[in-house]
């Protein structure tokens, strides 16, 4: 596509894409909600979408439908008060919705797989409602503009303006810097346009090219985005990366696996480790004839060598007493 | 005989339990049988409470060399008199023995071991049954139990008498007695080999000088078990005594120890019965490890070394005694060994046997060894990385993949990026995998291609100069129509049958 079209598409998306934005003042009612039982707070969103992305790469479903999926529940968590306990419903309802139109359908994994693999405790059939109720509260018809929409975008328009650095700006990192941004809630109040040209100015300055900057710039100027919001959201999302790429781990603990195995493996599992029954014999220390020097031998050479080993330790008359002694505290059994 | 159907009769595998129920199986065994023909009979002594203490020491002696007489209880009629008569002596020696002090007067050692020496030494019966299945199968007992039991019993409190005299009883109790008692571990009876193992235990705990004597035969009955005859069935129980052995190391381990641990107890996980001993045997190795840390790396790689190819249900075993090394390792020592363990336990995750499978993974709900991998990410995550994506759509298993959704996920949040790499550069291969496999499946077909339109070159060829020959007669023929009866038969004779196209070999040779 030529950059004229190009840019004439940017355009179009970026007139389209309030349209897709989740409503701002549920976001923030989500963010400043404490955790308690009745509402849903940002930690369980986030926490939510980590489960999402660690599906997604499960399945082998492509970023597309990640984003789309985190749209949808985004928009949905936005408008609609809904209890913790059905958190997972609605987002794996998203999810399925998500891979429904945007895989093939030979890729897409059945409800039932679903949720035995996201360990859920609901059944299939929850799933098909909630996921009526989603599209329905959402008008889902098209799909929607994302992020990922614009940075596929302007990726394009760069690779198309300057040919030799085909290389340096990938994608693929492009996409995955996204998906660590997605979550984190504060990230769905920032329009697509501007998250996404963050994104891809903190890479172009990471690679050092000059004039894809330039582009950068272009493509603001021609958006109009203003420049406050685009210095305010990069900001954010070079927090967000340099933490995604530090090399420290995070303990994975909050939230627990099931662990379900078959039933001969937990009977072995559970077997119990021999408790050994017979008292511990110390060895001797200093004087402990036991005919040490016939010891050594005895794994090298493999020979018999029973007449060194006979009949010499310390209770015979050979040891003074006092030696005796010492040797009886701690090596006869009582 | 009818049990077995025709086509049972047929099939060369018979079941094993089918064979069994046609075999009229003893289930007891004994070598001990009375030589004489003539009826023996005890002739009952005064009990040893009512008799004087200047009587006593007579009267035990004599109730000693009285329990020297054998019985044969396979015939469970004979002597019942004289039976009962040796057991309520044993059970009164066996009290005698416990309950008072002062009875272990030297002169009674000798009569003492002699009379235990009569008793349990004998030559073990052949085996009834030498596919001997202890899950399955009763084992043989031995059929004299009532009386050799108060003997063991009998010997085991007089070990434990607080009178005992090691620097006397040392003169009986010698390499010999101790070498004849090792054969009796090989009993089939485990009542039996209880009783000895507990008796051997006393033993080395109170003759030092019988110790190193005791480890070397050991040694060698371990040794013959692995490498010649691969059956003894006292192994768990020498192995139970070895494991309060190495327990009392001193350190530094002194250089005969580990000889052992490396030279017996690792190649000793190639036995094909492992099943029966394995438990003391892990006890064992993981004691060694405990004692001397810079032992780990030896033993996992001897363990590697023997990892079972064959037999899952030993691989199973393995993955166990390898974690419960993991849970007492040191993180030093865990650097040194994690490349080759972590291929090892790669190659486990992706194998199609479920419990092996299922036990490799369970590695990462051990939260030690979690700590362990988080440290080491680097190297650990791009070892397991590829199978544990090839089986997470690939495994027959619904159970496996939803394990290894657990340890994906585990691993996916310990480093992210990491993680995001190996997924991209694995897609990647994936990738060209694919297209070189197009690109092959493509040559094959141009090949297939070429040859349909050769054949029928070659075949024309072979009869090329023939039908050149006969087409210009034909021309020619055609031509001279006063001719063309009597060439035309004999080109009509000299032309191949095959000839499909004649057309093609005008153009080409003419």
Same mark, same amino acid.
């Given at each position: 596509?030529?950059?004229?079209?190009?840019?004439?598409?940017?355009?179009?998306?970026?007139?389209?894409?309030?349209?897709?934005?989740?409503?701002?003042?549920?976001?923030?009612?989500?963010?400043?909600?404490?955790?308690?039982?009745?509402?849903?707070?940002?930690?369980?969103?986030?926490?939510?979408?980590?489960?999402?992305?660690?599906?997604?790469?499960?399945?082998?479903?492509?970023?597309?439908?990640?984003?789309?999926?985190?749209?949808?529940?985004?928009?949905?968590?936005?408008?609609?008060?809904?209890?913790?306990?059905?958190?997972?419903?609605?987002?794996?309802?998203?999810?399925?919705?998500?891979?429904?139109?945007?895989?093939?359908?030979?890729?897409?994994?059945?409800?039932?797989?679903?949720?035995?693999?996201?360990?859920?405790?609901?059944?299939?059939?929850?799933?098909?409602?909630?996921?009526?109720?989603?599209?329905?509260?959402?008008?889902?018809?098209?799909?929607?503009?994302?992020?990922?929409?614009?940075?596929?975008?302007?990726?394009?328009?760069?690779?198309?303006?300057?040919?030799?650095?085909?290389?340096?700006?990938?994608?693929?990192?492009?996409?995955?810097?996204?998906?660590?941004?997605?979550?984190?809630?504060?990230?769905?109040?920032?329009?697509?346009?501007?998250?996404?040209?963050?994104?891809?100015?903190?890479?172009?300055?990471?690679?050092?090219?000059?004039?894809?900057?330039?582009?950068?710039?272009?493509?603001?100027?021609?958006?109009?985005?203003?420049?406050?919001?685009?210095?305010?959201?990069?900001?954010?999302?070079?927090?967000?990366?340099?933490?995604?790429?530090?090399?420290?781990?995070?303990?994975?603990?909050?939230?627990?696996?099931?662990?379900?195995?078959?039933?001969?493996?937990?009977?072995?599992?559970?077997?119990?480790?021999?408790?050994?029954?017979?008292?511990?014999?110390?060895?001797?220390?200093?004087?402990?004839?036991?005919?040490?020097?016939?010891?050594?031998?005895?794994?090298?050479?493999?020979?018999?060598?029973?007449?060194?080993?006979?009949?010499?330790?310390?209770?015979?008359?050979?040891?003074?007493?006092?030696?005796?002694?010492?040797?009886?505290?701690?090596?006869?059994?009582? | 005989?009818?049990?077995? =159907?025709?086509?049972?009769?047929?099939?060369?595998?018979?079941?094993?339990?089918?064979?069994?129920?046609?075999?009229?199986?003893?289930?007891?065994?004994?070598?001990?049988?009375? $030589?004489?023909?003539? %009826?023996?009979?005890? =002739?009952?002594?005064?009990?040893?409470?009512?008799?004087?203490?200047?009587?006593?020491?007579?009267?035990?002696?004599?109730?000693?060399?009285?329990?020297?007489?054998?019985?044969?209880?396979?015939?469970?009629?004979?002597?019942?008199?004289?039976?009962?008569?040796?057991?309520?002596?044993?059970?009164?020696?066996?009290?005698?023995?416990?309950?008072?002090?002062?009875?272990?007067?030297?002169? $009674?050692?000798?009569?003492?071991?002699?009379?235990?020496?009569?008793?349990?030494?004998?030559?073990?019966?052949?085996?009834?049954?030498?596919?001997?299945? %202890?899950?399955?199968?009763?084992?043989?007992?031995?059929?004299?139990?009532?009386?050799?039991?108060?003997?063991?019993?009998?010997?085991?409190?007089?070990?434990?008498?607080?009178?005992?005299? %090691?620097?006397?009883?040392? /003169?009986?109790?010698?390499?010999?007695?101790?070498?004849?008692?090792?054969?009796?571990?090989?009993?089939?009876?485990?009542?039996?080999?209880?009783?000895?193992?507990?008796?051997?235990?006393?033993?080395?705990?109170?003759?030092?000088?019988?110790?190193?004597?005791? /480890?070397?035969?050991?040694?060698?009955?371990?040794?013959?078990?692995?490498?010649?005859?691969?059956?003894?069935?006292?192994?768990?129980?020498?192995?139970?005594?070895?494991?309060?052995?190495?327990?009392?190391?001193?350190?530094?381990?002194?250089?005969?120890?580990?000889?052992?641990?490396?030279?017996?107890?690792?190649?000793?996980?190639?036995?094909?019965?492992?099943?029966?001993?394995?438990?003391?045997?892990?006890?064992?190795?993981?004691?060694?490890?405990?004692?001397?840390?810079?032992?780990?790396?030896?033993?996992?790689?001897?363990?590697?070394?023997?990892?079972?190819?064959?037999?899952?249900?030993?691989?199973?075993?393995?993955?166990?005694?390898?974690?419960?090394?993991?849970?007492?390792?040191?993180?030093?020592?865990?650097?040194?060994?994690?490349?080759?363990?972590?291929?090892?336990?790669?190659?486990?995750?992706?194998?199609?046997?479920?419990?092996?499978?299922? /036990?490799?993974?369970?590695?990462?709900?051990?939260?030690?060894?979690?700590?362990?991998?988080?440290?080491?990410?680097? /190297?650990?995550?791009?070892?397991?990385?590829?199978?544990?994506?090839?089986?997470?759509?690939?495994?027959?298993?619904?159970?496996?993949?939803?394990?290894?959704? +657990?340890?994906?996920?585990?691993?996916?949040?310990?480093?992210?990026?990491?993680?995001?790499?190996?997924?991209? =550069?694995?897609?990647?291969?994936?990738?060209?995998?694919?297209?070189?496999?197009?690109?092959?499946?493509?040559?094959?077909?141009?090949?297939?291609?070429?040859?349909?339109?050769?054949?029928?070159?070659?075949?024309?060829?072979?009869?090329?100069?023939?039908?050149? +020959?006969?087409?210009?007669?034909?021309? =020619?023929?055609?031509?001279?129509?006063?001719?063309?009866?009597?060439?035309?038969?004999?080109?009509?004779?000299?032309?191949?049958?095959?000839?499909?196209?004649?057309?093609?070999?005008?153009?080409?040779?003419?």
């Amino acid at each position: 596509m030529d950059a004229y079209k190009l840019m004439k598409e940017l355009r179009v998306n970026y007139e389209q894409e309030v349209f897709y934005l989740p409503k701002e003042t549920g976001l923030v009612l989500i963010e400043s909600s404490t955790r308690d039982e009745s509402r849903i707070s940002a930690k369980c969103r986030d926490v939510q979408v980590e489960d999402l992305w660690s599906l997604t790469s499960f399945f082998g479903y492509s970023t597309q439908t990640f984003v789309l999926a985190v749209n949808l529940l985004d928009r949905f968590l936005a408008l609609m008060r809904i209890q913790p306990k059905h958190l997972s419903c609605v987002s794996l309802s998203c999810l399925h919705m998500a891979a429904k139109v945007t895989e093939e359908e030979c890729d897409v994994t059945s409800s039932d797989e679903l949720i035995r693999i996201g360990q859920a405790r609901f059944t299939a059939s929850d799933l098909c409602r909630m996921e009526k109720i989603v599209s329905e509260k959402l008008d889902f018809k098209s799909k929607p503009i994302t992020a990922l929409t614009f940075l596929q975008l302007y990726h394009q328009i760069a690779l198309s303006h300057s040919m030799d650095r085909k290389e340096t700006l990938s994608l693929e990192k492009l996409e995955a810097q996204l998906k660590a941004c997605l979550c984190r809630i504060s990230f769905s109040k920032a329009k697509p346009s501007v998250l996404a040209l963050s994104l891809l100015r903190l890479q172009i300055i990471a690679v050092q090219s000059e004039d894809m900057l330039e582009i950068a710039s272009h493509i603001q100027r021609h958006l109009k985005i203003a420049d406050g919001e685009l210095r305010l959201w990069s900001e954010r999302v070079a927090q967000c990366l340099s933490d995604y790429a530090s090399p420290e781990c995070s303990k994975p603990n909050h939230r627990k696996l099931q662990w379900i195995v078959s039933r001969r493996t937990a009977q072995n599992l559970h077997a119990s480790r021999s408790v050994p029954e017979l008292p511990t014999i110390p060895e001797g220390g200093w004087g402990e004839s036991e005919s040490e020097d016939s010891c050594e031998d005895v794994m090298s050479s493999g020979e018999e060598s029973l007449s060194s080993s006979l009949g010499s330790d310390a209770e015979g008359p050979y040891f003074p007493l006092h030696y005796r002694q010492q040797r009886d505290r701690g090596h006869l059994l009582a | 005989m009818s049990a077995i =159907s025709a086509s049972e009769k047929v099939d060369g595998f018979t079941r094993k339990s089918v064979r069994k129920a046609q075999k009229q199986r003893k289930s007891q065994g004994s070598s001990q049988y009375r $030589t004489q023909s003539a %009826p023996v009979e005890l =002739s009952p002594l005064p009990q040893l409470k009512d008799a004087p203490s200047t009587e006593q020491q007579e009267l035990f002696t004599q109730k000693l060399q009285q329990c020297c007489m054998l019985f044969d209880f396979f015939d469970s009629v004979m002597d019942l008199k004289s039976k009962e008569i040796k057991r309520a002596t044993l059970n009164e020696l066996v009290d005698y023995v416990s309950t008072n002090r002062g009875v272990l007067v030297e002169s $009674t050692y000798p009569e003492i071991t002699n009379m235990i020496c009569t008793n349990i030494f004998r030559t073990l019966p052949p085996s009834e049954n030498p596919d001997f299945d %202890p899950e399955e199968d009763e084992p043989t007992l031995e059929a004299s139990w009532p009386h050799i039991q108060l003997v063991y019993e009998f010997l085991l409190r007089f070990l434990e008498n607080p009178d005992f005299q %090691p620097s006397i009883a040392k /003169r009986y109790i010698d390499q010999k007695f101790v070498l004849q008692l090792l054969e009796l571990f090989d009993s089939e009876d485990p009542r039996e080999r209880d009783f000895l193992k507990t008796i051997l235990h006393r033993i080395y705990g109170k003759f030092l000088g019988l110790r190193a004597f005791i /480890r070397k035969q050991i040694n060698n009955i371990f040794l013959k078990f692995i490498y010649e005859t691969d059956h003894f069935n006292g192994v768990a129980e020498l192995l139970e005594i070895l494991g309060s052995i190495i327990n009392g190391f001193a350190l530094p381990l002194k250089a005969e120890h580990k000889q052992f641990l490396m030279k017996v107890l690792i190649p000793l996980h190639t036995a094909k019965g492992l099943a029966l001993f394995h438990a003391q045997l892990a006890y064992c190795v993981v004691q060694f490890l405990e004692k001397d840390p810079t032992l780990t790396e030896p033993v996992i790689r001897g363990l590697l070394k023997f990892w079972p190819k064959t037999c899952s249900q030993k691989e199973v075993m393995y993955l166990g005694e390898i974690e419960e090394i993991l849970d007492v390792i040191e993180p030093t020592q865990f650097i040194k060994i994690q490349e080759p363990l972590f291929k090892q336990i790669s190659r486990c995750v992706a194998n199609p046997h479920f419990q092996v499978a299922e /036990r490799a993974l369970y590695f990462w709900n051990n939260e030690y060894i979690l700590s362990l991998i988080e440290e080491n990410i680097d /190297r650990v995550l791009p070892i397991m990385f590829g199978s544990l994506y090839r089986i997470s759509k690939e495994h027959w298993n619904p159970t496996i993949v939803a394990l290894v959704y +657990n340890v994906l996920k585990t691993l996916m949040e310990m480093n992210c990026t990491l993680f995001d790499e190996l997924t991209s =550069s694995y897609k990647a291969d994936r990738q060209r995998e694919k297209k070189k496999e197009q690109e092959r499946d493509e040559l094959w077909k141009k090949l297939d291609e070429l040859r349909l339109s050769d054949s029928a070159l070659v075949q024309n060829n072979s009869h090329g100069l023939q039908n050149n +020959n006969n087409n210009n007669n034909n021309n =020619s023929n055609s031509s001279n129509n006063d001719d063309t009866e009597d060439k035309s038969a004999d080109s009509a004779a000299a032309l191949p049958t095959d000839d499909k196209e004649p057309d093609v070999l005008v153009n080409i040779f003419v």
